[in-house]
């Protein structure tokens, strides 16, 4: 068969059954002789030679069209702006349709990702004292959305092949404060979510998904997003859903989700008491308009982002030099904002990851290196354990303890050899361009024993 005839419906039943990485086997190359790629490589756009790639990969992002375009036209001339002016507004029409594409009983939207999370700390009751364990490779929003509540973020380490929390060590750092684990689905893909509900249902304690990246992703027959008790998305400009900035958390507890709203609406609920303190985190009518304008398309352009990992997947297989992530068990489909793989310098000739970016950027591919640091080296570590409200709020033992072991060396390690494609647009390209990428890795690779002197 070849890819170009894959049609969505046998694609779909192909990752159901579980054998994403052989979906396009008929093309898989033989990597039994990787020598091969010594020969015909031919010189190095960088060395002068010709690029692989002449043009660009994939679409620009964010998505735009002229639909979009009437939706927000239409909001403007409509004069309602702000949710609490129209119960059929574009806000809760979108919470309505996000939840039903999501398969969820409840959406309430946000003015970002760190909001919804944000939001979700707060509803659960967890507050100065508590502790909340997540990855400390992760965007920044995650770790934000635990610190406004004063919380104490505990980062566990990482899989070295997922680059999502490791389950092993977030039961490692459980302590009688821990509140909720908040794992990150890392690059849009699923994470290690059995292990992590049975180590949550163990030691009784919440699961707030950060699924920022990862808008229909889909493990074991569920959307990711659904699976824990509440769930988090982010449609900042870069996400595979986009709106600029905006937030949603979807969740089944009718209750919890009421929760939710009433902190995201400044701690007035929906029946107009205010009854608690809250931040004021809305989405806006022009927000929701964008969103609910690009949604129609989001899923075909999501299984196209899926054929084209699985190919690019089925390409590397087997190739030392770069590495895919893992994907764990379970995964039926991933969002694929980010495309991972680690770079394993010793393959290419002992050339640092910088060499080897350089010279796959002037083939005509750019790849990027994500965090220069996990989350556990930045300097806010120091920062909150010299504030006085960390102080008061957990002991010097506690503090000491927590600085101690704010170590993640399989991130550290990750963070170094991480090499991936803000996959939004590029991986809506056709699986010609899929092949450009694979030709220039393979072309530098060809090339190692030049790339240490470029
Ligand atoms: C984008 C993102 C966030 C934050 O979302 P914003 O909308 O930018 O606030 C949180 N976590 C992850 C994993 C993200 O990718």
Redesign the pocket.
């Known amino acids: 068969m070849k890819p170009k005839e894959f049609s969505r419906r046998r694609f779909i039943n192909t990752v159901s059954a579980g054998s994403v990485a052989a979906v396009v086997s008929g093309s898989v190359p033989a990597f039994g002789n990787i020598s091969s790629f010594n020969n015909n490589a031919g010189k190095l756009a960088i060395l002068g030679g010709t690029p692989v790639i002449p043009r660009k990969i994939g679409p620009e992002w964010p998505y735009v069209d002229e639909k979009m375009v009437d939706a927000i036209v239409k909001t403007t001339r409509s004069r309602i702006w702000c949710r609490i002016q129209s119960p059929n507004g574009t806000v809760p029409t979108f919470e309505k349709d996000f939840a039903t594409m999501l398969g969820a009983k409840a959406c309430v939207s946000t003015g ?4 919804a ?1 944000n939001t979700c700390v707060e509803a659960l009751g967890i507050g100065p004292g508590d502790e909340v364990i997540t990855s400390p490779y ?2 920044p ?2 770790l934000s959305s635990i610190l406004s509540s004063h919380v104490l973020p505990v980062l566990a380490d990482l899989d070295p092949e997922s680059y999502m929390i490791d389950p092993a060590d977030v039961e490692r750092r459980i302590t009688g404060n821990t509140k909720a684990i908040m794992p ?1 689905q890392m690059g849009g893909q699923p994470a290690d979510m059995d292990r992590l509900l049975a180590i949550a249902k163990k030691h009784n304690l919440k699961v707030i998904e ?1 699924s ?2 990862a808008h229909l992703a889909v493990y074991k027959g569920k959307k990711v997003g659904t699976i824990g008790d509440l769930g988090c998305f ?3 400009a870069s ?1 595979t859903i986009a709106c600029g ?3 949603a958390i979807v969740g089944n507890d009718d209750e919890l989700m009421d929760h939710c709203y009433t902190v995201m609406n400044h701690g007035t609920n929906r029946k107009g008491l205010t009854v608690r303190p809250g931040p004021k985190y809305r989405m806006n009518e022009f927000e929701a308009a964008i969103l609910l304008g690009q949604m129609e398309g989001a899923g075909e352009r999501f299984d196209i982002r899926n054929r084209n990992a699985n190919y690019l997947n089925s390409k590397l297989k087997g190739f030392p030099g770069v590495v895919p992530q893992k994907l764990y068990e379970g995964t039926e489909s991933g969002s694929f904002y980010l495309y991972m793989m680690s770079y394993k310098k010793e393959h290419f000739n002992n050339a640092p990851r910088s060499k080897f970016l350089k010279a796959l950027a002037a083939e005509g591919i750019s790849l990027d290196t994500y965090l220069s640091n996990g989350l556990h080296r930045e300097p806010w570590v120091d920062h909150i354990l010299n504030l006085k409200s960390y102080q008061k709020m957990y002991s010097p033992a506690r503090l000491k303890q927590y600085r101690d072991e704010m170590n993640c060396p399989v991130c550290d390690s990750t963070c170094d050899e991480m090499v991936m494609i803000w996959a939004s647009g590029p991986l809506l390209g056709t699986l010609e361009d899929m092949d450009a990428i694979i030709n220039a890795i393979m072309k530098v690779y060809g090339n190692r024993d030049k790339l240490n002197s470029i």
């Open positions: 970002s990702g760190t909001q999370l992760t965007d929003g995650t990150v950060d920022c990246q982010s449609f900042q996400k900035e905006g937030g």
